[in-house]
């Protein structure tokens, strides 16, 4: 198996400001959110971050997406050091997280054609890519409605088609169902499956077990920024029921050492 | 490059696309500033306006009478003969306001004179009232010329010193070219920071808090074009802005400072693209404060906060303009920005002779402080601890 991204024992700490640490009732100023994490996800597969709030999956991903730069340690994308060689990590990845968000002034079809143009695709593969996402994503009827006045859903939507519109190799969804109803959720699971059967390598992250089942091809669950188990589904025992026995019996022992 | 154009495009669509914005951004303050400096104009007048007086005289001489008659197409003010019994009644019309002056000349005044008495003239006046003493000040130079005519009768000619004023002929342009150096640099940088304020915090730190900022970075483009970008859209509808402005306060000046007054025709075309060059170098500098104080607040309010202090330094350093004769002369002095365009601006209209030097170093000084502010700004898009602090 080709392994498309490498996370190299990456660690990331932040600094709580005085309000911070009020909120999350610590004393300590530094809050380490990813502890010395490494896993691989291949070409062709959905990797499944799994793990509670504040367990570290966004930063993971963030990491990934270039965001934010680890303290220590590497990601490589698709060949490319997102500490040395961030602009080409960019280029080759569709990143998704609820941090990033469209200007409600524009529509679905002034954005999607800004982001491409940003991405330098030529204008005949920019109209041919975003009439087949917008058909698959059923945006279609809604691209000239202002962002603004979209429905959740339909926002999420839209995020994902310009995500995905310069067809990248990596594809990182940070809780890509959150917040949709069933049937959205269900075109854009459904949506995951066909571009990993086209050979993408995703990685999304979720604390829902039954996306886990449905569409990942392997797991790691992760608790206090560490990674405490990396199987594939069939290893967990294939059913939603074990993965979660598994999930709350790691939480557990991790309290207990806590 | 592509880049920048495109996120150029983006930040002018974002005003140009939006009515609401569009007119608050472009026609309002222009239309503002119309509205109140012709309001100021029209009230300055109406309270500068010449208004008849109301004159009380007591013991009347003709010789007088002939003095304050006015001439044809001169105010009639209302003088009444009234006998010294009405006196109280009159001063107390005086202390209410209603009338403005009484005038009570001794009776006889001028055969008492001739036998050689000392007469003495009482004047009573409201000092609370301005009219009251605008008429006072009007007929006491009456009375100093009755006083000069009675003292010739006299003794003949008591005239010791003789003034003869004489000057070189007026400079109308001089004098407007000095007008307008006192009053506009201070309103031009005025113009363009609002304009540039208007617009400038909600693209860098309004997108940083709604995170859309973010959606941007997660493309590959350079973080130093998207600076560019915004800094050269952001400079662009600043600029229009300043200039709406400029047009409001343009076609307000005839109420402002009389009809008469042309200034537009004194200065020819090397002066207006002069002062649009200097605009358009100067609102990048701007820009590119505004752009850094905005990257570095956390949100819009912050930037807000951030940015009004500037806002204030830079219209003291604009009233500066209303201090001094012409422009400095100090070179050095033009290196640094904002002042430079304070400076440069009164060169411009005030004729200076040196003002190619001062624009050049201007221009020069404002590039490099744009060159600069910009590789902050992109320093800044590159540092997470800024673009993501909550």
Known sequence: MEAQVIIKDITKTFILSKKQQKIERVNNKHKVAVNGLSFEAYKGEIYGLLGPNGAGKTTALRCISTLIKPDSGDIIVNGHSVMTDPEKVRESIGFLTSDLKLEAFFTPNYLFDYFAHLRGIDENIIQTRKKQLFEKLGIDRFAEVKVGELSTGMCQKVQIAISLLHDPAVIVFDEPTNGLDVLTAKVVTDYLTELKNAGKTIIISTHIFSVVEKICDRVGIIINGKLLLAKTIGEVGGTEANLENQFFDLVASESEEA | ?390
């Open chain 2, 1 to 390: 490059m592509k880049n920048i154009w495109t996120i150029f495009k983006k930040e002018w669509d974002r005003v140009i696309k939006d009515k609401r914005l569009l007119f608050s951004v472009m026609i309002l303050p222009g239309l503002m500033i119309f509205l109140i400096y012709t309001f100021m104009g029209t009230a300055m007048s109406s309270l500068n306006a010449d208004k008849p007086g109301n004159i009380a005289i007591v013991n009347p001489t003709s010789a007088f009478a002939d003095i304050y008659t006015p001439d044809e197409g001169e105010i009639i003010d209302n003088v009444i003969t009234i006998d010294s019994t009405e006196i109280d009644t009159y001063k107390d019309l005086v202390d209410a306001g209603e009338w403005d002056l009484i005038i009570d000349f001794p009776e006889d005044l001028e055969t008492g004179l001739v036998d050689g008495y000392q007469e003495t003239l009482e004047i009573y006046l409201n000092g609370n009232e301005t009219q009251s003493q605008i008429i006072y000040q009007t007929y006491r130079g009456y009375l100093d010329e009755y006083s000069e005519a009675l003292s010739y009768q006299l003794y003949n000619d008591t005239t010791v010193l003789v003034f003869v004023i004489d000057s070189m002929t007026v400079d109308n342009n001089k004098i407007i070219g000095a007008l307008m150096a006192s009053l506009l640099p201070m309103l031009v940088v005025m113009f363009l920071f609002s304009g540039a304020m208007s617009i400038g915090p909600e693209s860098i730190a309004g997108e940083k808090e709604r995170g859309t900022m973010a959606t941007l970075l997660v493309t590959p483009v350079k973080r130093s074009q998207i600076a560019m970008g915004k800094v050269a859209s952001l400079g662009v509808l600043s600029l229009l802005s300043a200039i709406s402005s400029f047009i409001g306060i343009i076609l307000s000046f005839p109420k402002l400072f009389g009809e008469d007054i042309d200034f537009t025709s004194i200065y020819g075309f090397g002066e207006y693209a002069m002062i649009l060059g200097l605009l358009f170098s100067t609102v990048f500098v701007i820009v590119g404060v505004i752009s850094v104080v905005s990257a570095y607040a956390k949100n819009l309010k912050e930037a807000g906060t951030l940015i009004t202090p500037i806002y204030l330094l830079t219209i003291v350093i604009g009233i500066s303009s209303m201090f001094g004769e012409g422009a400095n002369t100090s070179w050095w002095l033009y290196l640094l920005p904002i002042y430079n365009t304070v400076q440069t601006l009164i060169a411009i209209l005030t004729f200076d002779s040196n003002i190619t030097l001062y624009m050049m170093i201007t221009i020069f000084s404002n590039l490099v402080f744009t060159a600069l502010l910009i590789l902050l700004l992109n320093r800044m898009f590159n540092s997470e601890k800024i673009m993501f602090s909550k």
